[in-house]
């Protein structure tokens, strides 16, 4: 699948999936978590971030593949490693997506109230949106996403401009910062949802038209045009506090007189819809590789006239809508879906650190070194809630491993 993304359509995209559901929502919970040690969780999460990325985006150029992390880790530790976090990655998309879906209906909420079955109904209309986009392919969305990203910066701007802070209000903020290890700790374990996207860009490389000399720039373009637009939210919120609903709405509305449910609606659902799309793209390209590899079913092999996986990518869509009405029905808690899914992608960052140690050349080993640590760190924030990636990383290897040596024994038998 050769593709016609380019260098800056390619950072429109990363920006869109990292700023996506979050980013009119994540800074308020943050700052619920640590008041204004929230903007030091931000800071040093966004720093964390700029190896991984670096790491991420030269994997992606250096060896282009569907698969994206598992293929570095097949490459790297062997077939069943690279199946192991494949799999992971197939199996926590149905279940992160819907939690992105559910966080994107909280801006559906601000322009029409709606609760019930009426929300997932909604909900679903959202997916259906997606099927859509995903039968035409992703450079088509990809130039859509990179003017939503414009269209957020200058809000984020505008606001700034707006409320007239200048550098005394910033310092005195900043000066005053309260300097808690453990809530800073649970604010960057909230904040990391932001970040999730890097690696589901490596799955894309293909569909660049140059990924060897794009990938990377349009990776570090975008997160540290993300960081700082987060950055830049946090500090609106604690400058113009707003108690209630979605924050970001209450500070439009006070600084432009309304609109504020309207703006943040609009922009939110998009943003919301773009990470999603980003996602169901990534994950049916890695469904096709597999099938073509005999780990999936055959079926999801075929390639529509536009060259893309649609039956992959319909799969999934069908799944996340699966898993949007049984979080309904069984009243599962969004925060769960959350932190379930960083805990599996704290595993993937981490495995694919660990395999750019071999694949890459030795200049970039520190830089592995330092993104594993920061993954350490990442993953003890988290605390409990790895257990699920723990468990899921052992019976997905543990089974893949048995498969494995009962293939070789009847083959030994035959022979």
């Given at each position: 699948m050769k593709g016609k993304i380019g260098r800056w359509q390619g950072a429109g995209l990363m920006a869109t999936t990292l700023l996506g559901t979050g980013v009119f929502i994540l800074p308020q919970l943050t700052i619920e978590a640590a008041g204004n040690g929230a903007l030091i969780?931000?800071?040093l999460l966004t720093v964390a971030?700029?190896?991984i990325t670096l790491v991420f985006g030269r994997l992606a150029g250096a060896l282009p593949h569907a698969a994206g992390p598992a293929y570095f880790?097949?490459?790297?530790?062997?077939?069943?490693?690279g199946r192991t976090i494949g799999l992971m990655f197939v199996l926590v998309v149905p279940l992160g997506a819907p939690a992105a879906i559910l966080m994107t209906f909280q801006f559906v909420n601000e322009l029409v109230a709606l609760s019930g079955w009426y929300q997932v109904g909604v909900e679903l209309l959202l997916l259906s949106i997606l099927f859509l986009l995903n039968q035409k392919g992703i450079q088509v969305s990809a130039k859509i996403q990179f003017m939503l990203t414009l269209g957020v910066v200058a809000v984020v701007v505008s606001l700034f401009g707006a409320i007239g802070a200048n550098v005394d209000d910033i310092k005195t903020l900043t000066t005053h910062?309260?300097?808690?290890v453990h809530t800073i700790a649970i604010a960057a374990g909230i904040a990391f949802w932001s970040f999730l996207g890097v690696e589901a860009m490596t799955h894309l490389a293909n569909d660049f038209q140059n990924p060897k000399k794009d990938m990377l720039p349009a990776m570090m373009i975008g997160i540290m045009l993300?960081?700082?637009v987060y950055l830049g939210c946090t500090l609106l919120l604690l400058l113009v506090p707003e108690g209630s609903g979605v924050a970001m709405v209450g500070v439009i509305n006070q600084q432009f007189g309304g609109y504020g449910a309207q703006i943040i609606?609009?922009?939110g659902i998009a943003s919301g819809l773009a990470t999603v799309n980003v996602y169901t793209a990534s994950v049916s390209r890695l469904i096709h590789s597999f099938s073509c590899e005999g780990v999936l079913p055959q079926y999801f092999s075929v390639l529509n006239?536009?060259?893309?996986p649609v039956r992959a990518s319909n799969a999934v869509i069908a799944a996340m809508a699966v898993v949007i009405v049984l979080t309904y029905v069984t009243g599962q808690e969004l925060d769960d879906l959350i932190s379930w899914t960083n805990g599996v992608f704290v595993i993937i960052y981490s495995v694919s650190m660990l395999a750019a140690g071999r694949l890459l050349s030795k200049r970039y080993l520190p830089l592995a070194i330092v993104s594993c640590f920061l993954c350490l760190i990442l993953g003890i924030a988290l605390g409990a809630n790895m257990l699920y990636a723990v468990c899921l990383v052992v019976?997905?290897?543990s089974y893949l491993e048995g498969r494995k040596q009962h293939k070789k024994r009847r083959q030994a038998a035959l022979a």
């Open positions: 969780a931000w800071v971030m700029i190896p880790a097949e490459k790297a530790f062997g077939q069943s490693a910062i309260e300097v808690e993300v960081g700082l609606g609009v922009l006239e536009n060259k893309l019976l997905l290897f």
